[in-house]
C-alpha cells in the first residue's frame, strides 16, 4: 500500500484550449499514458461526508484494467493537499465490489473517465474527459511527509499561468461535482445489481 501527499490542482478547461494545451505539452512536455478508468466514489453517500463536507475519500477504480482501492483522508476543493492510501490488486473489480459491499459500502456515484497524462516541468498535469459531457484539468505534485507543500502549490500555480489556466475556486468545484451527479454520473447499489455487473457492463 503506498501513502503520499497529493497537492492538486483542478480547473475547467473547454474544447479549444483542451487542444491547445495537449498539443503544446506534447511538444514541450512528456506524454506519461492514457487511462481509461471506471470509478465508484462511496463518500457521497456517507454521514458527514457528501460534496463540500468531505474529509475522507473511499473509492474502488479500475484504471486501464487494473482494480485498486483508494482512500484519501482531508478536505477538498479546486485546489488541496490530501493524504492517499491506495493498493493495487489481482482481483477483479467486481470482486472488490462485493468486498466493500460485506463491508458496509454498497452505494456510491459511478463514474467514467478518459484521461491524458503529461508532465511538465515536473509537474504531472492530466486532461480529463467526462465523456459526452465536458473536460477539465488535474495538476499534481506527489509530495512525502515532511515536504514543502507550499513550495509545491507555488510551482503549481507557475505552471498553471504559463499554460494560461485557471483552477476551481472550492465553490467553483463542488458546482461542478453537482453538476456531474445531475447530468452524467449515476448512482450504483451493489445491492441491486448483478455480482459481474462491471463484467458484463464495462469489460473490467
Excluded at 480529463?128 to 488535474?138: A, D, L, M, T
Aim: charged share 30%; with cysteine.
Amino acid at each position: 500500500m503506498t501513502n503520499i501527499i497529493e497537492v492538486e490542482m483542478r480547473g475547467p478547461i473547454g474544447l479549444s484550449d483542451k487542444q491547445r494545451v495537449s498539443e503544446f505539452l506534447g511538444k514541450e512536455g512528456i506524454f506519461k499514458t492514457k487511462k481509461e478508468r471506471v470509478l465508484i466514489d462511496y463518500s457521497m453517500f456517507l454521514p458527514n461526508q457528501g460534496i463540500s463536507q468531505r474529509t475522507k475519500d473511499i473509492r474502488l477504480r479500475t484504471t486501464n484494467g487494473v482494480s485498486e482501492i483508494v482512500i484519501k483522508t482531508g478536505s477538498w476543493g479546486g485546489n488541496d493537499q490530501r493524504n492517499e492510501y491506495s493498493a493495487k490488486t489481482e482481483s477483479t473489480f467486481d470482486n472488490l465490489v462485493q468486498i466493500y459491499k460485506l463491508l458496509g459500502y454498497s452505494k456510491g456515484m459511478l463514474c467514467v473517465r478518459y484521461t491524458n497524462v503529461f508532465e511538465y516541468k515536473g509537474i504531472e498535469i492530466a486532461i480529463v474527459e467526462v465523456p459526452n459531457h465536458s473536460y477539465y484539468f488535474e495538476a499534481e505534485l506527489e509530495l512525502q511527509p515532511g515536504d514543502d507543500v507550499n513550495k509545491a502549490q507555488e510551482e503549481i500555480n507557475t505552471v498553471l499561468k504559463e499554460l494560461q489556466l485557471e483552477s476551481f475556486s472550492d465553490e467553483e468545484y463542488f458546482k461542478y461535482i453537482e453538476t456531474l451527479n445531475k447530468e452524467v454520473n449515476t448512482v450504483f447499489d451493489a445491492n441491486l445489481v448483478e455480482n459481474d455487473y462491471f463484467r458484463k457492463n464495462y469489460n473490467v
